[in-house]
Nanobody, 123 residues
Framework: VQLQALGGGLVQTGGSLRLSCSASGRTISPYIMGWFRQAPGKERDFVAAIRWRDVSTVYADSVKGRFTISRDNAKNTVYMQMNSLKPEDTAVYYC?????????????????WGQGTQVTVSS
């Protein structure tokens, strides 16, 4: 599975961005798709995940109510709508895929990764 993440940028506090992650190479219907982020000097943290099959979602507490993960089956693409952005959301955002039945919040449990996309929120 090849993943390509797009949509990062510079936005002011309170603004919005939508990230996308396009998958290719094989069907991703058995997979769980996740978003992680990594700020300079910090570990890669879980943000959100969606199970492709039933569209169930999980969010980190820090983004609940502000971020929404979704998927477009026809386009093999996962989206993350980010609203009410804060300076602490500044990070490189990565999408990833795993076949499930593993801890979805642990980066090491994911099999495939896209390149990161930078999100910068100015105060």
């Amino acid at each position: 599975v090849q993943l390509q993440a797009l949509g990062g940028g510079l936005v002011q506090t309170g603004g919005s961005l939508r990230l996308s992650c396009s998958a290719s190479g094989r069907t991703i219907s058995p997979y769980i798709m996740g978003w992680f982020r990594q700020a300079p000097g910090k570990e890669r943290d879980f943000v959100a995940a969606i199970r492709w099959r039933d569209v169930s979602t999980v969010y980190a507490d820090s983004v609940k109510g502000r971020f929404t993960i979704s998927r477009d089956n026809a386009k093999n693409t996962v989206y993350m709508q980010m609203n009410s952005l804060k300076p602490e959301d500044t990070a490189v955002y990565y999408c990833a895929a795993q076949k499930g039945l593993r801890n979805i919040a642990v980066p090491q449990e994911y099999d495939y990764w896209g390149q990161g996309t930078q999100v910068t929120v100015s105060s």
